[in-house]
């Protein structure tokens, strides 16, 4: 018998009489394996769901936007989608995770696997290093996606994405350290569990500020004062984009958990579920009864955005409250919208999508709610929470905005714009037979 076989021999014989001289410990061990795979496979099957979001955005803007310019709300969504995995590896992942240690900032770094402990049988991280990065990723792609709907149908394709190589990059990654890297403000006590701020108000924030340096679409406001309404190519389209965004939310606030290794995180799971389906049902109806009320007929469009702004009213906090708490939290979210979108439109900030009342407004909403059902939680620190992301993005994305006005130009020429974007940027349409790429405003 060679030595190599005298080793192995060895340490089965170890591990056997481990195994009986000490049951407790090779069943902790086994457990501890298992909880490990869980989490993991939580990781990966809530990451494919929250990918998923992403077609329900790019269903969602290229069924509100006209026509003419369908083809390039696709482009821009896979597109962007693509850059922010590119730029979460090449850098952002490290800088929202990587020596935050209560401070501002991770390191400016490339992302590399190390499962090294867990190859040699130590698995006290609790996950594979792959998985956790996965799941984070599509998480900012969600961010970009908000700003897309947002300056829709006069921004040049190019400049825009440039914006997302900043804002996946950078401008996401530093604010999120700030809380789930164990930064500053995760040191203060500030609670946002899947992202009402870290989120979707940071992806408000960054469409705020390109709306209102973009200016309106042409057409869109008349000298009066008056609104002209350019209806959407498709709301079957955009409805469906809601219903698939809804179904990624489970993934998004669900995973948020992180970790299904034990039957208390399966069941807190259980209850993010259905609080989140349950915010989103109160966002819808509370939009619907509000337009009937308001305008005498239900809009459907208000409907779409007030399940979204269930949807993201909830996400700060959807493991806490009762479900009753959780049907207010989301109507409160749809009647936001409701009122929030005549308000932009008085203060003509044009928001195709309704991306600024949904993300934006409903998210501030969520991070302020969280202290109704989370006793860990104060409004003060939530309040400072929401002003310094808040500020940080403005800030932060009104240099870049306006670095890119600047030098490659923002929007697309009057031309190009009465065409429509996917002629003049694209060289196709997305319904040809249709005949649209003429159109005026």
Known sequence: MNSTVKSGAFAAIAVTALTFASPALAEESKVTETAFIFNSLSFLIHGFMV????AGFAMLEAGMVRTKNVATMCVKNIALYSIAGILYYAVGYNLMYQGV????MGTFAPWGIDDSAMAKGDFSNGYSASSDWFFQMVFVATAASIVSGTVAERIKLWP???????LTGVIYPIQGSWQWGGGWLSEMGFADFAGSTLVHSTGGWAALTGAIILGARKGKFTKTGAVHPMPGSSLPLATLGTFILWFGWFGFNGGSQL?????ADVAAIA????????AAAGGVL???ILTQLIYKKVDLTMALNGALAGLVSITAGPDSPTMGSALIIGAVGGIIVVFAVPMLDKLKIDDVVGAIPVHLMAGIWGTMAVPFTNGD????TQAVGVVAIGAFVIVASSIVWFALKA???LRLDEEAEVMGADRTELGLEAYPEFGHGSQTV
Do not use: E, K, P, R
């Open 101 to 104: 240690d209560g401070g501002f």
């Open 259 to 263: 970790a299904m290794g034990s039957a």
């Open 286 to 288: 509370a939009a619907m």
């Open 377 to 380: 939680a104060n409004f003060a």
């Open 271 to 278: 209850n993010i579920y259905i609080n989140t389906n349950i």
């Open 51 to 54: 990918m998923l979001m992403a």
């Open 407 to 409: 030098t490659v130009g």
């Open 160 to 166: 825009f994405l440039a914006f997302v190589v900043v």
